[in-house]
């Protein structure tokens, strides 16, 4: 399944940002998961939600921010991101896992396909 993420942009803190990966295939069969990387530092978990939808998991630094959901008939998954902060600014990846997502399979190792990453960047 091939996976084009979308919806970066510059924005300044405390806006919003949605973010979108669009699948080229039927992605109901995948948990689907965002994760971020900054300059300088390791790829981190941001949110992930289960094949269903039904089941969302968050990093604590986007909890109660960041929204995760995704549309099995639109082959979509977005993040809504509020409340935007400077050390939000990173390169976000959508991706894709043949695994169960349970317990938020947080380890990007799990995840069989990636899109490319979408810049978010957020001035202070």
């Known amino acids: 399944v091939q996976l084009q993420a979308s919806g970066g942009g510059l924005v300044q803190a405390g806006d919003s940002l949605r973010l979108s990966c669009a699948s080229s295939?039927?992605?109901?069969?995948?948990?689907m998961g965002w994760f971020r990387q900054a300059p300088g530092k390791e790829r981190e978990f941001v949110a992930s939600?289960?094949?269903?939808?039904?089941?969302?998991y968050y990093a604590d630094s986007v909890k109660g921010r960041f929204i995760i959901s995704r549309d099995n008939a639109q082959n979509t998954l977005w993040l809504q991101m509020n409340s935007l902060k400077p050390e939000d600014t990173a390169a976000y990846y959508c991706?894709?896992?043949?695994?169960?997502?349970?317990?938020?399979?947080?380890?990007?190792?799990?995840?069989?396909?990636w899109g490319q990453g979408t810049q978010v960047t957020v001035s202070s």
């Open positions: 991706a894709a896992t043949t695994k169960i997502v349970n317990s938020g399979r947080k380890n990007g190792r799990d995840y069989d396909y």
């Open positions: 295939d039927s992605f109901s069969p995948y948990g």
């Open positions: 939600i289960t094949r269903s939808g039904l089941n969302r």
